[in-house]
């Protein structure tokens, strides 16, 4: 599986933006894809993840309301549309994908087997 993360950019508080995650390979059903954020100096945390089966979504608290995470199966690609962007979502945002991963890991980075690029997003003030 590997995973071509694209969508990021400069833009300023209050804008959106859609981060695209195209996955090639076997995905689809049984498999979950995440999006993960790290911030200059701080750990990478988890943003969202969506689940194949059943189209379920996750988030994390922080991005609650304002991003919103879904999938296209036609063409194995996962979105991310994050609107009213803040300074403190600038982050390099990364894409992964794992198998079987049972539903209070979804949102775990240890659980995902597969990691795309990162690409940067920057939320000017």
């Known amino acids: 599986v590997q995973l071509q993360a694209s969508g990021g950019g400069l833009v300023q508080t209050g804008d959106s933006l859609r981060l695209s995650c195209a996955a090639s390979?076997?995905?689809?059903?049984?498999?979950?894809m995440g999006w993960f954020r790290e911030a200059p100096g701080k750990e990478r945390e988890s943003v969202a993840a969506f689940r194949w089966s059943g189209r379920i979504t996750y988030y994390e608290d922080s991005v609650k309301g304002r991003f919103t995470i879904s999938g296209d199966s036609a063409t194995n690609t996962v979105y991310l549309q994050m609107n009213s962007l803040k300074p403190e979502d600038t982050a390099v945002y990364y894409c992964?994908?794992?198998?079987?991963?049972?539903?209070?890991?979804?949102?775990?980075?240890?659980?995902?087997?597969?990691w795309g690029q990162g690409t940067l997003v920057t939320v000017s003030s």
């Open positions: 992964a994908a794992g198998y079987g991963i049972i539903t209070s890991n979804s949102l775990r980075s240890s659980a995902y087997t597969y």
């Open positions: 390979g076997r995905t689809g059903r049984g498999y979950t």
